[in-house]
């Protein structure tokens, strides 16, 4: 059975920086492609980045903030996020495949 849980959110000044991690059994990173989505309150959920194969992919609105990673032997990923606006607030959820976290939640105050 696939697991995935996320852990790191919180609640950050606008500027600061939080790591997100997502912790995945029953299925192997290394082997696939995974992605962070998010959701802000009030929309829908949209991609925010993505890695395979060591090609990372971003959506404009992180681009040159947020850096995701994964490291093979932990089964982890991750997202750096830096200089993080207000407008990041959301539940940030990771994801493989079909398979979804419940999410973690990340408030940024101005």
């Known amino acids: 059975q696939v697991q995935l849980v996320e852990s790191g959110g919180g609640l950050v000044q606008a500027g600061g920086a939080l790591r997100l991690s997502c912790a995945a059994s029953g299925i192997m990173f290394r082997f696939n492609t995974v992605a962070w989505h998010r959701q802000a309150p009030g929309k829908q959920r949209e991609f925010v980045a993505s890695?395979?194969?060591?090609?990372?992919v971003y959506v404009d609105s992180v681009k040159g903030r947020f850096t995701i990673s994964r490291d093979n032997a932990k089964n982890t990923l991750y997202l750096q996020m830096n200089s993080l606006k207000p407008e990041d607030t959301a539940v940030y959820y990771c994801?493989?495949?079909?398979?979804w976290g419940r999410g973690t939640r990340v408030t940024v105050s101005s």
């Open positions: 994801g493989v495949g079909d398979w």
């Open positions: 890695i395979s194969s060591g090609v990372a």
